[in-house]
Each structure stands twice: as C-alpha cells, then as structure tokens.
T-cell receptor
Framework: EDQVTQSPEALRLQEGESSSLNCSYT??????LFWYRQDPGKGPEFLFT???AGEEKEKERLKATLTKKESFLHITAPKPEDSATYLC??????????FGTGTRLQVFP | GAVVSQHPSRVICKSGTSVKIECRSL??????MFWYRQFPKKSLMLMAT???????TYEQGVEKDKFLINHASLTLSTLTVTSAHPEDSSFYIC?????WGEGPLSDYGYTFGSGTRLTVV
C-alpha cells in the first residue's frame, strides 16, 4: 500500500536555527513528490515538485532533496514568517496525491 | 502562476439543508480537479476526483449521494453537500493540476484553492 510518513510531527526552532523535515514514502512507481506549505485556515501553497532520486530544488531559505526512499526539506536560517505546516505528498501511478500528516513548524524570534 | 479560486470561504448552514462549494481554475484549463476534506490538525483526505464531462470517482467510504460533484466545464467543479449534518462540518479544499513550461523545462504541480470552512448547526 502506498504510504507517506512525515517527521517530526512538530518542530520548534529559534530564528536562524537551521533544520530539516523528513518525508519517507513507500510507493509503487513514483511519478512525483510534492512539498506544500499550509497556513492555518488556508489551502496548501505549492513549493516544489521532485521527480527522481538525486534531484534538488531551492527557493529562498528552502531546499528540497529526494532519494529513492525519502525527501528532505531543509530550512536555512528560518524566520518567524516560515512558521506553518509543511506537507509532503506523492503521486504514484494515478493522478491522485497521497499526503503525509505534515510537520507543524514554529519559528520563534 | 496558476490560481484556483474557491468559494465561499466560510459557510454556516442549518442541518438538513444543502450547500454548494465552487472551485474555479482562473488562468488554466483543468480536465481533472480533486476534492479534499481536512480535519483539525490533520492532513488532507481525498474525497473524490472530478473529471470534466464525466462522473466523479469517489474514494472508498465517501458517500457519492451525499457529496455531489459536478465538473461541467474545463474551469469549474462544484461540490454539493446534501442534507448536511453537524458531522459534515469540516474544511473542504479543491485542487487542480497545472502544467507550465515546455519540454525538459516543463514542470507541473497541483494548485489548491483557499478552502471552505463549513459549519452545520
């Protein structure tokens, strides 16, 4: 069964304290792995799509990497405005996305 | 970038009434849209896949007679919660797949609406 697991469930960081979020997946035939940011009461905001192991993408303080079993979202020198829930999702052999349960990130000044 | 507009953002209705939620792709055509439900502090649960011009595909355990989906055009899908009850109160979100760029530089993603908070009293 296709499955996505995110860790940690919650993460508290001091402003400037870099860290990584993990997304482990088990899927038959990965077509794409997606990272989203979700603020309370809002829909998910697209961050990255990764397609194959070894691929990396960056956007401001965020960098996403992909291996055959997991993906990491690295946050460098985070700011309070980076506080949000970060969701990972995979697409297997259909158009459907399978979401993980998310990591709630809080960055304190 | 791709924009998906979802309305209303909040709705309160009485038990037993029906509520319609609209999802529009503003600057692209979407042959397929998706409807999700999200419980507090939980992840997104796919309810159904909406296909333009054909019947929606529902996930296991989702009542298709209760959650009516219509995808009448390439830019509009609607979700109608029929005979709503308090247990239907939730955050409903739609999404659509968009493709940008061409060839080796092409990329795609799933763009989400801003969600609808439904409260049934």
């Amino acid at each position: 069964e296709d499955q996505v697991t995110q860790s940690p469930e919650a993460l508290r960081l001091q402003e400037g304290e870099s860290s990584s979020l993990n997304c482990s997946y088990t899927v038959s035939g990965l077509r794409g792995l997606f990272w989203y940011r979700q603020d309370p009461g809002k829909g998910p905001e697209f961050l990255f799509t990764l397609y194959s192991a070894g691929e990396e993408k960056e956007k401001e303080r965020l960098k996403a990497t992909l291996t055959k079993k997991e993906s990491f979202l690295h946050i460098t020198a985070p700011k309070p405005e980076d506080s949000a829930t970060y969701l990972c999702a995979v697409q297997a052999n259909t158009d459907k996305l399978i979401f993980g349960t998310g990591t709630r990130l809080q960055v304190f000044p | 970038g791709a924009v998906v507009s979802q309305h209303p953002s909040r709705v309160i209705c009485k038990s037993g009434t029906s509520v319609k939620i609209e999802c529009r792709s503003l600057d692209f055509q979407a042959t397929t849209m998706f409807w999700y439900r999200q419980f507090p502090k939980k992840s997104l649960m796919l309810m159904a896949t909406s296909n333009e011009g054909s019947k929606a595909t529902y996930e296991q355990g989702v009542e298709k007679d209760k959650f009516l989906i219509n995808h009448a055009s390439l830019t509009l899908s609607t979700l109608t919660v029929t005979s709503a009850h308090p247990e239907d109160s939730s955050f409903y979100i739609c999404s659509a797949r968009d493709l940008w760029g061409e060839g080796p530089l092409s990329d795609y993603g799933y763009t989400f609406g801003s969600g609808t908070r439904l409260t049934v009293v």
